[in-house]
């Protein structure tokens, strides 16, 4: 014969306590596994063979900065590379990207002001030297009551650091001979 000895009302607390938490662990993950299949069955059945393929021109295209003619195999013009690369270096690079040939600068504070800065987003596009193979982008802002604004850029900067770019990358193809490489 087996002797039962009665249990103290705080092992029986525990053991209710044990079980609830069992309970209450099974119940939660009942829940969760019926909700993830309410919500598998929300989405839609695509199929992914039936989505059309991205169109990028870039994909069979080299980008890299070699040389500034039709004819050479490089994707960006190393002229307007190294003259944009030169133009900016007043200003403290945050990116610059040879094979995308897109040159990205910090914000510069000139020193004349101390409430206005600048940035600039240079992107060279073609491997010829030709003007609409290069975009620039400049962002300006002010300080304005302790925090800095999106300010408007004069109509001319832009056109001004394009110019320059250009001109430099003439100078530096005169400067090889007029050669493409």
Same mark, same amino acid.
């Given at each position: 014969?087996?002797?039962?000895?009665?249990?103290?009302?705080?092992?029986?607390?525990?053991?209710?306590?044990?079980?609830?938490?069992?309970?209450?662990?099974?119940?939660?993950?009942?829940?969760?596994?019926?909700? *993830?299949?309410? =919500?598998?069955?929300? +989405?839609?059945?695509?199929?992914?063979?039936? =989505?059309?393929?991205? #169109? @990028? #021109? =870039?994909? +069979?295209?080299?980008?890299?900065?070699?040389?500034?003619?039709?004819? =050479?195999? %490089?994707?960006? @013009?190393?002229?307007?590379?190294?003259?944009?690369?030169?133009?900016?270096?007043?200003?403290?690079?945050?990116?610059?990207?040879?094979? +995308? %040939?897109?040159?990205?600068?910090?914000?510069?504070?000139?020193?004349?002001?101390? @409430?206005?800065?600048?940035?600039?987003?240079?992107?060279?596009?073609?491997?010829? *030297?030709?003007?609409?193979?290069?975009?620039?982008?400049?962002?300006?802002?002010?300080?304005?009551?302790?925090?800095?604004?999106? /300010?408007?850029?004069?109509?001319?900067? /832009?056109?001004?650091?394009?110019?320059?770019? *250009? /001109?430099?990358?003439?100078?530096?193809?005169?400067? @090889?001979?007029?050669?493409?490489?």
């Amino acid at each position: 014969m087996i002797a039962r000895y009665p249990m103290s009302p705080a092992a029986v607390r525990a053991k209710m306590v044990g079980r609830t938490q069992v309970l209450l662990s099974v119940a939660l993950k009942g829940t969760a596994l019926l909700s *993830l299949g309410i =919500l598998s069955a929300c +989405g839609s059945s695509r199929d992914p063979s039936s =989505l059309a393929t991205p #169109h @990028n #021109h =870039l994909l +069979g295209v080299d980008r890299g900065a070699e040389g500034g003619a039709d004819d =050479l195999k %490089g994707g960006v @013009n190393a002229y307007l590379w190294r003259g944009a690369i030169d133009t900016l270096s007043f200003m403290p690079l945050s990116s610059a990207d040879a094979v +995308g %040939g897109v040159i990205l600068t910090d914000w510069y504070q000139p020193p004349a002001s101390q @409430n206005e800065r600048f940035k600039i987003a240079a992107y060279v596009l073609d491997r010829r *030297l030709r003007s609409d193979a290069l975009r620039v982008a400049v962002f300006r802002q002010t300080l304005q009551n302790g925090s800095w604004q999106d /300010t408007p850029v004069s109509a001319t900067t /832009t056109s001004d650091i394009t110019t320059r770019i *250009l /001109t430099r990358a003439r100078q530096l193809r005169a400067e @090889n001979g007029e050669r493409d490489n």
